[in-house]
């Protein structure tokens, strides 16, 4: 088919399945009805939902299903000979959203996911059904919501080798990292407002111990990368740790706290090990990444011809979802659209760990100790033994409701090993109150 | 064929041809020497440079075109069997550039560009001949430099209605802005030290008078807004009418002094019409173009569902632009491109230029006046007479070396005319010295 089909001669509708309708769901399905005259002159034809699943037939969805034939059970999508396209947004990296992941491409349909788990975590295998039936697999809603973020790394970056991808992944986390900037609160507060104001769920562990952003991380390692996704070489750290005193100590030293999910090379080379960590990071306050507030994500890709690219918008939400998953589709409309990880699966390297220890850079390093003489010689002793070089200290008395002090250090560039080092000789101190905060400091 | 050919059955290199070798130029043949094996794995087959051709053979370029087939007549690319992909990097709206572009289309060749003036005044012809070709016109290089702009909004936010798209479209002018920014530097001393740099040309007038922007900006618009590319309908007003005093009170104010291109559709609605314009502008503080420092490039997309889409990146130079020049010929090599504009040529809308004396807005008024009594009595009459309601009014004294007292004022939501009849009321005033500088303030 030429992508110069005319108006004159039109191409036939694509026909489209949406298998679970919750808040993306319904934003699609508006979406698809607000700008449907838009969406057919840019995809040289009429995109049309044919059919919906769900498990509720009944649930109030602020939408009207009632136009769209019905199928209780989401096999009949996949069975339909009318559907073109399955939307999967039942969430979840296994269960019904897997089995239909699978059944659709195995079935030589066109399958849109948001789902970050699944892709995360099947996204190899999908993309190899969806190989051998030649079918597309798109999940540009995965990553970063509303951004096209994929389509820029897949195809705008796709002229460099890229040096490391990083970013705001989660916008729960950042939400409430904002929210301790802003006022001073301490998580446990910050937490508790994202969750009144609807940006976290009651169990929050998914977005604030950085599992989310992790699935995310992996998918732009891979497109970055060129190699084979894998969800278990990536570590996690989330935000639970941070205190208020952290907020405030990074800001008097010119950074803000952001959690940031970070893929890289190993630069001692290593076989093309491959770094893919989320902590939180000090970033300095000349780098974009310190001005995204609120619920925003924002992705950075380091190219060797095209430098920094810097990516902001809305993380989450129905509509920023249903823009990214229309995308897609209108993607497989004009016949837009290649392999699921930009290469074939089969050409994709498969990319050991690195050493995350080996990793050199300045680091910030947060101690509540007792207040007591020689506990900062007990520190600094530490920080000798274990060969970690300090750049600046400060000792303030705590604000934070405790008895303790407030330790910062920053160190100089060396390896994430000998803090560790330094650390675990301190976990044996009487005089150090609970857990450090360790933060590398985002280098530029 | 299909996109998911295997290594093992490799599709044939696609053939490239360069005309015009000069930074650019030298930058596209160094990416696609470096980074040869890993465009082939993305592009699925190899990317080869045939045959290039120049002015001057023997110019010294800082890469070695020995191993390409030089041709001193540019006539020959096109007709050459061996060539699939011809990549104008020429330069000018009209003459030899666009003269192989009509050619090599009409060939039935793929054209690539980094060419805004020759797209913004000819887009529309050369999409044209590629349509009734069949053959690809890419552009991605000619908006923003290295930034996937193009693609992002093309694709990537293709299933919204675009309220409005702005950015920050030429280095150059920002580079002179941030120095004025960080020194307190007159316009006059920021421009030599841009052009000491090598970010302003001698002859400064295509930057610094918006006409580069407007380029881009009419380029954007037609994309945005599926109309047909109108460059004539886009206005310009450059920055060199801005003063070392403009920049301090925009920061006094909250804002900083950005060259914002803007596209926009009329709100009255008024049969579709755009309002496209290139101006100095106040950025709020609180809006990501306001941290966009020296020669980058930034665009904003509003959409209505993705909601707010912020693009940055390096808009300029060799690699950036080559980076960019590298990812369309990537997507021809995999297949996957579409009409130049997003739609077939017939499918764009022709749309009447907006009345740019109705939009509605916040506005900074700069003047310089003597230092009389009555001065400012008469320009309140001014602002009175014409329907002004103003927010607020700072008079200091003058700082620029000369005699005059710098008078700002922050106007209430209001029509621009309405200021231009103030500032008309005011041109036959003998109090008023020089010039007056009307900004918009950017809402966000």
């Given at each position: 088919?030429?992508?110069?089909?005319?108006?004159?001669?039109?191409?036939?509708?694509?026909?489209?399945?949406?298998?679970?309708?919750?808040?993306?769901?319904?934003?699609?399905?508006?979406?698809?009805?607000?700008?449907?005259?838009?969406?057919?002159?840019?995809?040289?034809?009429?995109?049309?939902?044919?059919?919906?699943?769900?498990?509720?037939?009944?649930?109030d969805?602020?939408?009207?299903?009632?136009?769209?034939?019905?199928e209780?059970?989401?096999?009949?999508?996949?069975a339909a000979?009318?559907?073109?396209?399955?939307v999967?947004m039942?969430?979840?990296?296994?269960?019904?959203?897997?089995t239909l992941?699978?059944?659709?491409?195995?079935?030589?349909?066109?399958l849109?996911?948001?789902?970050?788990?699944m892709?995360?975590?099947?996204?190899i295998?999908?993309?190899?059904?969806?190989?051998?039936?030649?079918?597309?697999l798109?999940?540009?809603?995965?990553?970063?919501?509303?951004?096209?973020?994929?389509?820029?790394?897949?195809?705008?970056?796709?002229?460099?080798?890229?040096a490391?991808?990083?970013?705001?992944?989660?916008?729960t986390?950042?939400?409430i990292?904002t929210?301790?900037?802003?006022?001073?609160?301490?998580?446990?507060?910050?937490?508790?407002?994202?969750?009144?104001?609807?940006?976290?769920e009651?169990?929050?562990?998914f977005?604030?111990?950085?599992?989310d952003?992790?699935?995310?991380l992996?998918i732009?390692?891979?497109?970055?990368?060129?190699?084979?996704?894998?969800?278990?070489?990536?570590?996690?750290?989330?935000i639970?740790?941070?205190?208020?005193?952290?907020?405030?100590?990074?800001?008097a030293?010119?950074?803000?706290?952001r959690?940031?999910?970070?893929?890289e090379?190993?630069?001692?080379?290593?076989?093309?090990?491959?770094?893919q960590?989320?902590?939180?990071?000090?970033v300095?306050?000349?780098?974009?990444?310190?001005?995204?507030p609120?619920?925003?994500?924002?992705?950075?890709?380091?190219?060797?011809?095209?430098?920094?690219?810097?990516f902001?918008?809305?993380?989450a939400?129905?509509g920023?979802?249903?823009?990214a998953?229309?995308?897609?589709?209108?993607?497989?409309?004009?016949?837009?659209?290649?392999?699921?990880?930009?290469?074939?699966?089969?050409?994709l390297?498969?990319?050991?760990?690195?050493?995350?220890?080996?990793?050199v850079?300045?680091?910030?390093?947060?101690l509540?100790v007792?207040?007591?003489?020689?506990?900062?010689?007990?520190?600094a002793?530490?920080?000798?033994d274990?060969g970690?070089?300090i750049?600046?200290?400060?000792?303030?008395?705590?604000?934070?409701?405790?008895?303790?002090?407030v330790?910062?250090?920053?160190?100089?560039?060396?390896p994430?090993?000998?803090?560790?080092?330094?650390?675990?000789?301190l976990?044996?101190?009487d005089?150090?109150?609970?857990?450090?905060?360790l933060?590398?400091?985002?280098?530029?």
């Amino acid at each position: 088919m030429s992508p110069y089909a005319t108006p004159t001669a039109p191409r036939p509708p694509l026909r489209v399945a949406l298998a679970g309708i919750g808040v993306v769901g319904g934003g699609v399905v508006r979406l698809l009805e607000a700008n449907r005259a838009l969406i057919a002159r840019r995809a040289g034809r009429p995109i049309e939902i044919v059919a919906v699943s769900a498990r509720d037939r009944h649930k109030d969805r602020g939408v009207d299903l009632s136009r769209y034939r019905w199928e209780d059970d989401m096999d009949a999508l996949v069975a339909a000979g009318d559907v073109d396209v399955v939307v999967e947004m039942i969430g979840g990296a296994d269960g019904s959203a897997l089995t239909l992941a699978r059944r659709a491409l195995g079935a030589g349909k066109a399958l849109v996911t948001a789902n970050k788990a699944m892709i995360a975590h099947h996204g190899i295998d999908l993309a190899r059904i969806a190989e051998e039936k030649d079918t597309p697999l798109k999940y540009e809603a995965a990553v970063a919501g509303g951004i096209p973020v994929i389509k820029a790394i897949r195809e705008g970056a796709s002229a460099n080798e890229i040096a490391r991808v990083y970013g705001i992944l989660n916008g729960t986390c950042n939400y409430i990292l904002t929210q301790m900037e802003r006022n001073g609160a301490s998580f446990a507060d910050a937490l508790a407002a994202a969750q009144a104001e609807g940006y976290a769920e009651a169990d929050p562990s998914f977005d604030v111990d950085g599992i989310d952003a992790a699935h995310k991380l992996s998918i732009l390692a891979a497109l970055c990368f060129g190699t084979r996704l894998d969800i278990g070489a990536v570590t996690a750290d989330g935000i639970r740790g941070l205190i208020a005193a952290d907020i405030r100590e990074a800001e008097a030293l010119g950074h803000r706290v952001r959690l940031i999910g970070m893929a890289e090379r190993d630069s001692a080379g290593n076989g093309g090990a491959l770094y893919q960590h989320v902590q939180p990071c000090l970033v300095p306050a000349d780098h974009p990444l310190a001005y995204v507030p609120g619920a925003l994500n924002a992705v950075v890709a380091e190219g060797n011809f095209v430098g920094r690219l810097f990516f902001e918008g809305a993380g989450a939400g129905a509509g920023p979802t249903a823009s990214a998953i229309v995308a897609d589709i209108i993607d497989i409309a004009r016949d837009e659209y290649g392999p699921a990880f930009a290469m074939p699966v089969d050409a994709l390297d498969a990319a050991p760990a690195a050493d995350a220890g080996a990793r050199v850079g300045k680091h910030y390093v947060r101690l509540i100790v007792e207040d007591r003489i020689g506990v900062l010689a007990e520190i600094a002793a530490a920080m000798r033994d274990a060969g970690v070089s300090i750049e600046s200290l400060i000792q303030r008395g705590s604000e934070d409701g405790d008895d303790g002090v407030v330790i910062v250090l920053v160190t100089h560039e060396g390896p994430a090993s000998a803090i560790h080092a330094a650390l675990a000789i301190l976990a044996g101190s009487d005089h150090v109150v609970g857990a450090p905060m360790l933060m590398p400091i985002l280098a530029l």
